[in-house]
Nanobody, 123 residues
């Protein structure tokens, strides 16, 4: 199982980014997918998740500014982030979980992780 994130970069406050995560090695359509982020000196935190059936969940901090989507034909999941703020600066990780039980918000519920992509928002 391999997850590869792309799409990070440097953006000014108020700008947008679209993160992509490409998956290989398993039946992608059967898995819940999540995005997490980790800023320097902070714990990894939940950003958004999409279930195998397409239900979505968001952290309150990004709920009105972000959209998570998946394309099972392309084995990919995406995170569109708008109105970016300096506090969104972090390494963003894609994650997959094999079980639909447990909390979508907990990183411990996810089995596989990508290497992360850096998002830096300048003020």
């Amino acid at each position: 199982v391999q997850l590869i994130e792309t799409g990070g970069g440097l953006v000014q406050a108020g700008g947008s980014l679209r993160l992509s995560c490409s998956a290989s090695g398993y039946l992608f359509s059967s898995y819940d997918m999540g995005w997490f982020r980790q800023a320097p000196g902070k714990d990894r935190e939940f950003v958004a998740a999409i279930t195998w059936s397409g239900n979505t969940h968001y952290a309150l901090s990004v709920k009105d500014r972000s959209t998570i989507a998946r394309d099972n034909a392309k084995n990919s999941v995406y995170l569109q982030m708008n109105s970016l703020k300096p506090e969104d600066t972090a390494v963003y990780y894609c994650a997959a979980r094999t079980s639909s039980s447990g909390s979508y918000y907990s990183s411990y519920e996810y089995d596989d992780w990508g290497q992360g992509t850096q998002v830096t928002v300048s003020s």
